[in-house]
């Protein structure tokens, strides 16, 4: 067995070579296995940038996906769509319960691509094969020289389907790829070849005068699908066997939301936006016929009734928003039938519990260049002032612009808690900043989710980190106690809306009362007076200065620091480092669930956990965080 198994690795020497995962993650999606596909787990997939493949991995057991049972410590087969593709969406689907595949969105090309991977189960699955034509010698000049390919090797994984032009110009060969491109090394009679990606290696033999060419055609059954623009978003239509993509062409500058048939693989039909729409990210609502879209060129995005027989027939409105935008993303509550039952049947307002409020229909929106991902009421047709105390009518400020969102189905228990001290639990929205940031905002609030402390001045053996600096002649203000959180400073419930900064209040004796400043934050327009309760410009914090037995002089101060205490992911620290490292650029985040516990009854309870796959493209990584602790328990690298 082990000979064997040396002879089959020793025979793939040719291509093989040690690369890493992920090469730009840029993209991910998740095949619900609730839903549908041959696994019992759920089996993500992620686009990388700069090589054009697709990596599936294991979500719930944090490895890349085996899908070769037998030997499972082989890396999993890729799916190679070419390294001169440039995929910006992928969407997962399974035409039968033995079947997986994934569609992918060719920003470069301008085309849809269909790549089959999984195309059966024995029980193990079986993954789709590259395989070749015969080479074909093209003798331009008549000569009668004829060369050819000789053991010719593909790599599943690497190889794709495409077309291989090789020429001469009299000394060697350069070796073309119509979906990996030019070679940077170049082919030669009697030397063995090996292209850049290990998609095809060969020996060449013959002769050949200048001019002449060869040509292969590899496949690995992905096929193109011309929609006649390019295609910025892909989406899948709920609970129905269709996808819906945004089809832009530029030089008309016109965009149509088109319905795909994901059983018999063709378009339905289609409808288009106004002239000069650029409808980058899709939302659904509670249907099928919900269908929101962020416009990225224009300050709106457009709510669709959608007609999935008729799509020509489907109807929208726009609505003005700050600024064109960046992405989308739909989030609701309310009892499910099974709690509304249980509530009827209950006296004592069973689900009564002041964190949770469960008739809300949200949209958020990512506002391009800004730093801010802005809640549209859908009940109330009205944009939601999330911190009514600043002066922006919109979502609170996450330090960075966004790149992507995505919202929670369930309802996901978080490390804050309440008044009565229970786990706060609900629907939320992860975002995924510019500056290399994950954050998770509160679906009813539009609020930056929060740790167990929340927003605070940290507390040094055992006391509030606010020193009084006392300058000239002696001075004895000091700060009130609250009784009720026994703490000098409150800070803002609203998670987000105060920094992680220092603040400095000082006393000005000409004007008789204190200047506020923070670190970020700057000058506060608003003044504090000895006695009076202060609240910053935008509400972040608040105090009040008792006046001390002696009068303050020009100069005292007071200062302290204080913690946004809100959910942040942006650094992490990878197995066998000393440091950890800050993300860099991460992609669109996907929140995901999966079950743990016993499947047969036995004594462990069965529970889901809400979990985020995020792919981070400069750091070449991807992670999967754990919502309710809010920490990184896979890296896959």
């Not at 787990?41 to 991995?57: D, K, M, S, T």
């Not at 009668?144 to 495409?162: D, F, Y």
């Not at 990225?296 to 700050?322: H, K, T």
């Not at 009784?483 to 987000?496: E, F, I, K, L």
């Given at each position: 067995?082990?000979?064997?198994?040396?002879?089959?690795?020793?025979?793939?020497?040719?291509?093989?070579?040690?690369?890493?995962?992920?090469?730009?993650?840029?993209?991910?999606?998740?095949?619900?296995?609730?839903?549908m596909g041959p696994f019992d787990e759920p089996i993500g997939f992620v686009a990388n940038a700069r090589n054009g493949r697709i990596v599936p991995l294991d979500l719930k057991h944090a490895t890349l996906f085996s899908d070769q049972v037998a030997a499972p410590f082989i890396r999993p087969r890729w799916i190679a769509t070419g390294s001169e593709r440039?995929?910006?969406?992928?969407?997962?689907?399974?035409?039968?319960?033995?079947?997986?595949?994934?569609?992918?969105?060719?920003?470069?090309?301008?085309?849809?691509?269909?790549?089959?991977?999984?195309?059966?189960?024995?029980?193990?699955?079986?993954?789709?094969?590259?395989?070749?034509?015969?080479?074909?010698?093209?003798?331009?000049?008549?000569?009668?020289?004829?060369?050819?390919?000789?053991?010719?090797?593909?790599?599943?994984?690497?190889?794709?389907?495409?077309?291989?032009?090789?020429?001469?110009?009299?000394?060697?060969?350069?070796?073309?790829?119509?979906?990996?491109?030019?070679?940077?090394?170049?082919?030669?009679?009697?030397?063995?070849?090996?292209?850049?990606?290990?998609?095809?290696?060969?020996?060449?033999?013959?002769?050949?005068?200048?001019?002449?060419?060869?040509?292969?055609?590899?496949?690995?059954?992905?096929?193109?699908?011309?929609?006649?623009?390019?295609?910025?978003?892909?989406?899948?239509?709920?609970?129905?066997?269709?996808?819906?993509?945004?089809?832009?062409?530029?030089?008309?500058?016109?965009?149509?939301?088109?319905?795909?048939?994901?059983?018999?693989?063709?378009?339905?039909?289609?409808?288009?936006?106004?002239?000069?729409?650029?409808?980058?990210?899709?939302?659904?609502?509670?249907?099928?016929?919900?269908?929101?879209?962020?416009?990225?060129?224009?300050?709106?995005?457009?709510?669709?009734?959608?007609?999935?027989?008729?799509?020509?027939?489907?109807?929208?409105?726009?609505?003005?928003?700050?600024?064109?935008?960046?992405?989308?993303?739909?989030?609701?509550?309310?009892?499910?039938?099974?709690?509304?039952?249980?509530?009827?049947?209950?006296?004592?307002?069973?689900?009564?519990?002041?964190?949770?409020?469960?008739?809300?229909?949200?949209?958020?929106?990512?506002?391009?260049?800004?730093?801010?991902?802005?809640?549209?009421?859908?009940?109330?047709?009205?944009?939601?002032?999330?911190?009514?105390?600043?002066?922006?009518?919109?979502?609170?400020?996450?330090?960075?612009?966004?790149?992507?969102?995505?919202?929670?189905?369930?309802?996901?228990?978080?490390?804050?808690?309440?008044?009565?001290?229970?786990?706060?639990?609900?629907?939320?929205?992860?975002?995924?900043?510019?500056?290399?940031?994950?954050?998770?905002?509160?679906?009813?609030?539009?609020?930056?989710?929060?740790?167990?402390?929340?927003?605070?001045?940290?507390?040094?053996?055992?006391?509030?980190?606010?020193?009084?600096?006392?300058?000239?002649?002696?001075?004895?203000?000091?700060?009130?106690?609250?009784?009720?959180?026994?703490?000098?400073?409150?800070?803002?419930?609203?998670?987000?809306?105060?920094?992680?900064?220092?603040?400095?209040?000082?006393?000005?004796?000409?004007?008789?009362?204190?200047?506020?400043?923070?670190?970020?934050?700057?000058?506060?327009?608003?003044?504090?007076?000895?006695?009076?309760?202060?609240?910053?410009?935008?509400?972040?914090?608040?105090?009040?200065?008792?006046?001390?037995?002696?009068?303050?002089?020009?100069?005292?101060?007071?200062?302290?620091?204080?913690?946004?205490?809100?959910?942040?992911?942006?650094?992490?620290?990878?197995?066998?480092?000393?440091?950890?490292?800050?993300?860099?650029?991460?992609?669109?985040?996907?929140?995901?669930?999966?079950?743990?516990?016993?499947?047969?009854?036995?004594?462990?309870?069965?529970?889901?956990?809400?979990?985020?796959?995020?792919?981070?493209?400069?750091?070449?990584?991807?992670?999967?965080?754990?919502?309710?602790?809010?920490?990184?328990?896979?890296?896959?690298?």
């Amino acid at each position: 067995m082990i000979i064997s198994l040396l002879v089959l690795l020793s025979a793939c020497d040719d291509t093989f070579e040690r690369t890493p995962s992920f090469d730009g993650p840029s993209a991910a999606t998740v095949l619900d296995s609730q839903e549908m596909g041959p696994f019992d787990e759920p089996i993500g997939f992620v686009a990388n940038a700069r090589n054009g493949r697709i990596v599936p991995l294991d979500l719930k057991h944090a490895t890349l996906f085996s899908d070769q049972v037998a030997a499972p410590f082989i890396r999993p087969r890729w799916i190679a769509t070419g390294s001169e593709r440039r995929l910006s969406d992928l969407l997962a689907w399974s035409p039968t319960e033995q079947q997986v595949t994934i569609y992918a969105s060719d920003t470069a090309n301008g085309v849809l691509i269909e790549a089959p991977y999984v195309l059966g189960m024995e029980p193990n699955p079986i993954i789709a094969e590259a395989s070749h034509s015969d080479p074909t010698f093209d003798d331009r000049d008549g000569s009668g020289n004829t060369a050819t390919m000789q053991n010719i090797v593909l790599t599943n994984g690497w190889t794709t389907t495409e077309t291989w032009t090789l020429e001469y110009d009299g000394t060697d060969w350069s070796v073309e790829g119509s979906a990996s491109g030019l070679q940077p090394n170049r082919a030669r009679f009697g030397t063995r070849f090996k292209s850049e990606h290990h998609e095809i290696a060969f020996t060449l033999t013959g002769n050949a005068s200048r001019g002449d060419r060869i040509t292969i055609e590899t496949d690995t059954g992905i096929t193109e699908h011309d929609l006649g623009g390019t295609i910025l978003a892909l989406a899948r239509v709920p609970g129905q066997p269709m996808m819906a993509l945004s089809v832009y062409e530029p030089a008309t500058e016109q965009n149509s939301i088109a319905l795909w048939d994901l059983d018999e693989n063709v378009e339905i039909g289609r409808f288009e936006l106004p002239e000069g729409a650029q409808a980058w990210r899709f939302a659904f609502g509670e249907s099928a016929a919900e269908l929101y879209v962020a416009d990225a060129r224009n300050p709106q995005f457009f709510e669709v009734l959608l007609n999935i027989d008729e799509p020509s027939n489907s109807e929208y409105l726009a609505v003005a928003a700050a600024g064109p935008l960046a992405d989308i993303a739909w989030v609701s509550d309310s009892l499910s039938n099974a709690e509304a039952v249980l509530e009827d049947a209950d006296t004592g307002d069973l689900f009564d519990d002041p964190s949770i409020n469960r008739d809300y229909e949200h949209l958020f929106v990512a506002v391009a260049g800004e730093s801010r991902v802005d809640v549209y009421d859908l009940q109330a047709d009205d944009w939601i002032d999330v911190n009514p105390l600043d002066a922006v009518t919109g979502g609170i400020d996450l330090g960075s612009p966004v790149v992507g969102l995505d919202a929670s189905t369930e309802r996901v228990y978080l490390p804050e808690r309440n008044d009565l001290d229970r786990r706060v639990e609900g629907k939320v929205v992860a975002v995924s900043t510019y500056g290399g940031s994950l954050l998770l905002l509160n679906g009813e609030t539009g609020c930056a989710a929060t740790d167990y402390q929340g927003p605070h001045v940290p507390i040094t053996q055992g006391f509030e980190s606010v020193q009084f600096t006392d300058v000239g002649r002696p001075s004895s203000p000091s700060m009130l106690v609250d009784d009720a959180t026994g703490r000098r400073v409150q800070a803002s419930r609203c998670g987000g809306v105060l920094r992680t900064e220092m603040w400095t209040v000082t006393f000005d004796e000409l004007a008789g009362n204190w200047e506020v400043e923070g670190s970020i934050s700057g000058m506060q327009v608003q003044r504090a007076y000895d006695d009076q309760r202060y609240v910053s410009d935008n509400g972040a914090i608040s105090f009040t200065v008792n006046a001390g037995t002696t009068a303050s002089s020009d100069g005292d101060n007071f200062t302290f620091y204080t913690d946004e205490g809100i959910l942040r992911i942006d650094r992490v620290q990878r197995t066998g480092s000393v440091q950890a490292e800050a993300l860099e650029l991460p992609a669109a985040p996907v929140l995901f669930e999966y079950r743990t516990g016993r499947t047969d009854g036995g004594w462990d309870k069965r529970n889901q956990r809400a979990m985020i796959m995020l792919p981070v493209m400069n750091s070449d990584l991807v992670l999967r965080v754990r919502v309710k602790r809010w920490d990184v328990e896979a890296i896959w690298n």
